[in-house]
Structure formats: C-alpha cells, structure tokens
C-alpha cells in the first residue's frame, strides 16, 4: 500500500491487537483497512467482461456485484507481508436474470511481471492467465467444482487441490464468511471457519492485489477487512 493509504486507514480505527484461534496456533493480528460499504466503491477497480449488462454497486451497506458474463472487482491498494483478509459473501438466488449459484471465487497476492499497473485486463477469465497469484474457485462450473490453483506468469494454473462433494460447493442465499491467510510461505483459506485450502509454496508469492472474481452470477459483500499479522505462539508454549 502506499504510505499515506496506510496513514489514513490507522486513523479509522483503534489499532489494538485482536486474538483469532486458528487450529493450533494463537495468531496476533491489527487491523490496517475495513470498508463497511455505506457509501461509495472508491477503493474497488471493476473489469466486466459485458460491461453493458452488469453492475457494481452499494446496496445497505453491501457491495453488490450483479454480472452477465465475467467480472474482477480488484482492491485497489497492493498487499505485501504477511496479512489476513476476511470477507462475508452471500450468492444471491433471486429468480434474476443473473442469479446463479456459482462461482464465489478469488484472487489474491496478485502481480503481473510485464506490467506495473494490474488493473488493464476486460474480465474475461482468460485474460489473467499470464498472472501471478493464488486463486480459490468455490462452486465454480456450475456450481460442480472447489478448486485452489497457483497461477504462473508462463500461463500454467495447476490445479492443487479439489472437491466435487455437495459440502464443498455452494447454496443460495447463504452467508458465507471468508478468510484468507499469507504468512511467509504458507496461504490458507477457510469458508465457514473450515479450512479449505492449505498450501506451502516453495516459492511463495509475498506481495501482490486482491479481487473478488466470479461469472454470471449475482453476489453480494460485506464487513471486508485486512489485517497484519504480527507474530504467532504456538499454545503450549
């Protein structure tokens, strides 16, 4: 981030340490940005792949992404260290014309070696394949596939892990709650407080963008927040 982005965000909040139990381990964290939605979509760049037929929005404090076709919505300030990232997110099965349950999906650590400035692609999937990033796919094809992949600048996206059992995929109208770990070499993601993906990367990724990504559905965000992690102790210490 820069540095007067982080000057701002401080004097938002009491910057105290906050405890979060996450398996074994006792994580020491301090809130650096939230955006409650209340007002305006200032720090989120959007790429629609059918621009005309879709929306980004506020809607009751939530951020609203209602799309055809599709769609990136990017955190506008790069991440970099060890950091938390946690989300609510709800897909909206309403009878509209973009209501379908699929694809609660992100990206995150994200870079491009060729270019500086990330946020030049149209929203079609295919068009960040030449990125860096991590990505979990939650309910995507259709709602028949959870998938973590890690991304290379060279086009390969291996896929390294994946579920096909009902547990894993997706229901409408359901809130779910995200969290997304970078510490050193590790990422982890938890939907739910279960953990989904837990990867350590021989060459991991320590700095980069984040974004929400689907494809014609209709989604909803709230209570987005970013943490530091500032150290872990083990509980039998």
Same mark, same amino acid.
């Given at each position: 981030?820069?540095?007067?982005? &982080?000057?701002?965000?401080?004097?938002?909040?009491?910057? !105290?340490? +906050?405890? $979060?139990?996450?398996?074994?381990?006792?994580?020491?964290?301090?809130i650096i940005f939230f955006d409650?939605?209340?007002?305006?979509?200032?720090?989120?760049?959007?790429?629609?792949?059918?621009?005309?037929?879709?929306?980004?929005?506020?809607?009751?404090?939530?951020?609203?992404?209602?799309?055809?076709?599709?769609?990136t919505v990017w955190f506008r300030n790069k991440l970099s260290g060890d950091i938390l990232i946690?989300?609510?997110?709800?897909? &909206?099965?309403?009878?509209?014309?973009?209501?379908?349950? !699929?694809? +609660?999906? $992100?990206?995150w650590m994200a870079s491009d070696q060729s270019n500086n400035n990330i946020f030049t692609r149209n929203g079609k999937f295919s068009?960040?394949?030449n990125?860096?990033?991590?990505?979990?796919?939650?309910?995507?094809?259709?709602n028949t596939k959870t998938r973590f992949r890690k991304y290379h600048y060279n086009g390969e996206?291996?896929?390294?892990?994946?579920?096909?059992?009902?547990?894993h995929l997706l229901e409408g109208n359901k809130t779910y709650s995200i969290e997304i770990f970078v510490?050193?070499?590790?990422?982890?993601?938890?939907?739910?407080?279960?953990l989904y993906f837990d990867y350590l990367d021989d060459n991991p990724i320590t700095e980069g963008y984040f974004a929400f990504r689907t494809t014609r559905s209709h989604q909803q965000i709230k209570n987005f927040k970013i943490y530091h992690l500032l150290?872990?102790?083990?509980?039998?210490?």
């Open positions: 981030m820069k540095k007067k982005d &982080i000057v701002i965000f401080i004097l938002l909040i009491v910057p !105290s340490p +906050l405890i $979060a139990q996450i398996n074994t381990n006792t994580i020491v964290k301090e409650d939605f209340e007002s305006e979509t200032k720090n989120w760049i959007v790429e629609f792949e059918k621009p005309s037929t879709s929306h980004l929005r506020i809607d009751n404090g939530k951020l609203d992404i209602n799309t055809s076709a599709g769609a946690t989300f609510d997110a709800t897909i &909206i099965d309403s009878s509209g014309i973009n209501d379908r349950v !699929s694809d +609660l999906n $992100a990206f068009s960040y394949d990125l860096n990033l991590y990505y979990a796919g939650i309910g995507g094809h259709d996206k291996p896929v390294i892990k994946e579920y096909l059992d009902k547990d510490e050193e070499n590790r990422t982890m993601f938890y939907l739910n407080k279960i150290k872990e102790k083990k509980c039998n210490e």
